[in-house]
């Protein structure tokens, strides 16, 4: 860097994210005093990347690693500033930086194991064969032994309702839409589907503040994406599934069939109360006629769960009407009175919004307060019972920023540099921490200084300063 800089430079900056195979950035910028670029093509990053992966490479000692982020600054003097930290790599274009500190994430709803009303099955094995026989069969599979129908339910953990298991003895499947036009499931491959509810580790930046909704009729399905108990029993070409519910909630029934997978990451959906109803084209209609609930611009059913208000000034007094509002989006400051009462899991809002109300909020689960200047205090916080997630980056002035000290049920934290740093000293007594993040568009020197804050081992960041005459600084 020094040697290639260019006539008339004052700083030089090198900014790296080297991966394995590869590397990222911008190259070398040469500055002058005062602040404008100065262009090398010598050093712009198609000439400086292959040397700094074979560096780090030396540097890792044959060990594995996914990407190294790198910042050095250089003055005309010689004196140099160089830090680096492996397996740190920022997401949208390096605006924020996740570290994930241990293990697990929070349960995806906090609802009480359910006493269901009516544990009958409502399926009727006879009629289920009848109306399966009265459909198209050219392309069912020859039936399938009761050795095989029991060695499945071994394998599956549960027995099958009573009018699925006997569709088996008439057919092991088959048919391409015979289900409500998908594809009927094999006994092989009724176990094939992994729908634990098990979010994947590392996916805290999309999930942390996600809400599974609630299928309607209310109260019929566990609000998860996934449970024992939920058998996939056909499948479409999209990576969602038909599967008998024997898990079901407070009114719903054991056998009852439920759709999940890829496009339901916001709950299951119930469709019948058995397959015998799916098969008789009974299934259940969300849509039905409601008086609608108008909230500022928005005309919506009553029985809404999320919602998105655009806009300042909006009357929020009738959010009160939406009695199963789990997720409300906010971009201009609102009352947040009607949300006490309401099982609001999601907020989303603008700092103009005070917090008050929310003191004592039995549901609410995660905070994000989008960019503004108002000020926002966060003591009614300290009461919120449930709180694992709050993300504050966007909130110029926090007025009372310690507080977060004594939330210490937080499950994850996403805040900006300066913010982290003001947090910093209570860090220790935030120890149920699982993942945390810098946000607000930091530098690649302040993602590794801010990632020593949680391990600040020199085996994970190196940070070197030296002298034109190459003394350590």
């Given at each position: ?73 250089l003055d005309a003097a ?64 020859p039936p399938a032994t ?270 900006s540099f300066d913010q ?54």
């Amino acid at each position: 860097m020094y040697e290639q800089a260019p006539d008339g430079w004052h700083t030089a900056v090198l900014s790296a994210d080297i991966v394995r195979n590869g590397h990222g950035g911008e190259g070398v910028r040469y500055l002058r005093e005062d602040g404008t670029g100065i262009y090398q093509p010598s050093m712009d990053h198609r000439a400086v990347g292959p040397a700094l992966v074979e560096l780090f490479h030396e540097l890792a000692a044959g060990e594995r690693f996914r990407n190294v982020l790198a910042h050095l600054t250089l003055d005309a003097a010689g004196r140099f500033d160089a830090a680096a930290r492996f397996n740190l790599r920022g997401a949208n274009v390096g605006s924020t930086y996740t570290a994930v500190l241990r293990d697990g994430m929070p349960p995806e709803s906090l609802d009480p194991e359910p006493v269901v009303a009516d544990p009958s099955y409502a399926g009727d094995p006879d009629r289920s064969v009848a109306l399966l026989r009265a459909l198209d069969q050219a392309d069912l599979n020859p039936p399938a032994t009761e050795e095989a129908i029991a060695a499945a339910e071994a394998a599956l953990g549960f027995p099958l309702p009573p009018d699925l298991r006997a569709l088996y003895t008439v057919a092991d499947g088959g048919g391409d839409d015979i289900m409500d036009g998908m594809r009927w499931l094999t006994l092989a491959e009724l176990g094939n589907a992994d729908l634990t509810s098990a979010p994947q580790p590392g996916g805290w930046t999309t999930r942390w503040d996600r809400v599974v909704l609630d299928a309607e009729p209310f109260d019929t399905v566990r609000r998860a994406t996934g449970r024992p108990g939920w058998i996939p029993f056909a499948e479409d070409s999209d990576g969602n599934f038909l599967a008998v519910d024997l898990a079901p909630a407070r009114l719903g029934r054991p056998g009852q069939v439920i759709r999940i997978g890829n496009s339901h990451s916001d709950g299951p959906e119930y469709v019948a109360d058995s397959v015998t109803s799916l098969l008789a084209g009974a299934a259940a209609d969300p849509d039905a006629d409601v008086e609608p609930v108008v909230v500022g611009p928005l005309s919506l059913r009553p029985t809404a769960q999320a919602m998105r208000l655009q806009g300042a000034g909006i009357d929020s007094a009738p959010l009160a009407g939406l009695r199963h509002l789990r997720r409300l989006w906010s971009s201009g400051p609102i009352d947040l009175t009607p949300v006490r009462h309401l099982p609001v899991e999601c907020l989303q809002i603008h700092p103009g919004s005070s917090l008050a109300p929310l003191a004592g909020h039995p549901t609410l689960r995660t905070l994000t307060l989008w960019p503004g200047a108002a000020p926002v205090t966060l003591a009614p916080l300290r009461d919120v019972p449930n709180l694992h997630g709050l993300a504050l980056a966007g909130a110029a002035t926090v007025t009372d920023l310690e507080t977060i000290a004594e939330l210490t049920g937080l499950w994850y934290l996403e805040l900006s540099f300066d913010q982290w740093q003001r947090v910093r000293p209570a860090l220790a007594r935030l120890d149920n921490l699982h993942a945390v993040t810098l946000a607000g568009h930091p530098t690649a020197r302040q993602a590794i200084e801010w990632r020593s804050f949680f391990d600040a081992g020199p085996h994970v960041t190196a940070r070197l300063s030296r002298t034109a005459t190459g003394q350590a600084g």
